[in-house]
């Protein structure tokens, strides 16, 4: 296994062909792939029922930097990392301080 994101806990583990999210020990959040050619493919990608909408996306992304740093082309047919990533980044609800002109 090689490690794709040390802070957020995301390993490669390309005997499986998937990326893997852990917490505690456990894992907590696929995401499988195949390789054609020059490109990777998205397939399935799922997470605990627990994970925070924050983590997945983190996790999703933390996949696709890893495929880019290799230099493969990303395509994606999980539904799950598809809306997970179309949804707008969360912000926390704070105060926008107003522009002077």
């Known amino acids: 296994m ?3 994101s040390r802070s957020h806990h995301v390993f490669d583990n390309p005997v499986k062909s998937q990326f893997e999210l852990y917490r505690n020990g456990a894992v907590i ?9 020059d ?3 998205f397939m399935l990608c799922q997470t605990a029922p627990g994970c925070s909408p924050e983590d997945r996306r983190s ?6 930097r890893d495929a880019h740093h290799r230099r493969l082309g990303i395509a994606v047919t999980s539904r ?3 809306e997970e990533l179309r949804s707008p980044r969360r912000v926390p609800n ?6 002077t002109v």
């Open 2 to 4: 090689r490690i794709v």
């Open 29 to 37: 959040g696929i995401a499988k792939y195949q390789i054609h050619g």
């Open 39 to 41: 490109r990777m493919v």
């Open 59 to 64: 996790f999703y992304l933390a996949a696709l």
């Open 80 to 82: 799950s990392m598809t």
């Open 94 to 99: 704070r105060q926008i301080p107003a522009l």
